[in-house]
């Protein structure tokens, strides 16, 4: 792996055991989770699937694709996510259907056509995003389906203009790069909606779907009691393409066209 790559590596190997606790234990994770699970399931088949999870740690995503009998190739660069990830399976007894890999989402080290889906939930933003793009678009079967989850260079804009940080707003919007930072992980790069789907369809894919996620949750400086009625609301606001350019995240589904 290239030094940067390996820098990336050691920083989340120093969170690999309390990451799924501090990533995907709040109510904004759990709109999050649901939302793409839910979208999931109108895009893969019911029959096994062969899926590569880029960026994929510690497996939160591709166990509950395996117990539904997909074969999983989970692909990180922290070996002691890919540690937690191999234990996670071996709770859900699913070892056998997920395999680990170490190695960069910028050259992946599989044939041609070899996978019906691939899942990148937020790891696309320490990727090289062109280059990522094609050996994404290389790797997957004609047919086959990208699920991609980007965080919104626009949501910080928003979120800061509603505290009255006037200047850091200004500042965030002349940034051509912009990087956010959630709960100690290292730093991802941020897109705007134009930016992503520009990216995709330069590559060459279909985009099937556009979804914002958390289009509200995250600008709530108290959140409600009656949680399910505002995770009901998100799931609705994910529906409205046009929301999407101020969610916290943007979540794509692409397809690679049918030759």
């Known amino acids: 792996m290239v030094r940067k790559d390996k820098e990336l590596a050691r920083k989340y190997d ?27 399931e109108k895009f893969i088949d019911q029959a096994p699937s062969k899926i590569l999870d880029a960026g994929g740690g510690t497996g939160f995503y591709s166990i509950p694709l395996a117990l539904k009998g997909h074969k999983i190739y989970l692909l990180d660069t922290s070996e002691k996510m890919l540690k937690k990830a191999r234990e996670n399976a071996h709770e859900h007894g699913v070892s056998e259907r997920v395999r680990t890999i170490r190695g960069s989402m910028d050259c992946l080290e599989f044939p041609d056509s070899c996978f019906d889906v691939i899942l990148c939930h937020l ?4 990727t090289k995003p062109s280059q990522t793009l094609s050996e994404f678009y290389r790797v997957l079967e004609n047919g086959g389906i990208l699920s991609l989850t980007v965080a919104n260079k626009y949501y910080y804009s928003i979120r800061e203009s509603l505290k009255g940080n006037f200047p850091e707003v200004e ?24 930016e992503i789907v520009s990216l995709c369809l330069d590559a060459s894919f279909e985009l099937l779907r556009v979804k914002g996620i958390k289009v509200v949750t995250d600008y709530l400086s108290e ?12 799931e609705k606001m994910s529906e409205i393409e046009d929301l999407s350019s101020m969610a916290r995240h943007i979540y794509l589904i692409c397809r690679k066209p049918l030759h």
């Open 14 to 40: 120093l969170l690999a055991e309390k990451y799924n606790e501090k990533i995907h234990s709040s109510l904004g994770a759990n709109i999050r989770n649901r939302i793409i699970f839910s979208t999931l």
């Open 123 to 126: 790891a696309f933003g320490y």
């Open 171 to 194: 500042e965030i919007l002349q940034t051509e790069r912009f990087f956010e930072s959630p709960h100690g992980i290292p730093r991802i790069k941020t897109f705007t909606r134009s």
């Open 223 to 234: 959140i409600p009691r009656k949680t399910r009625i505002l995770e009901r609301l998100e």
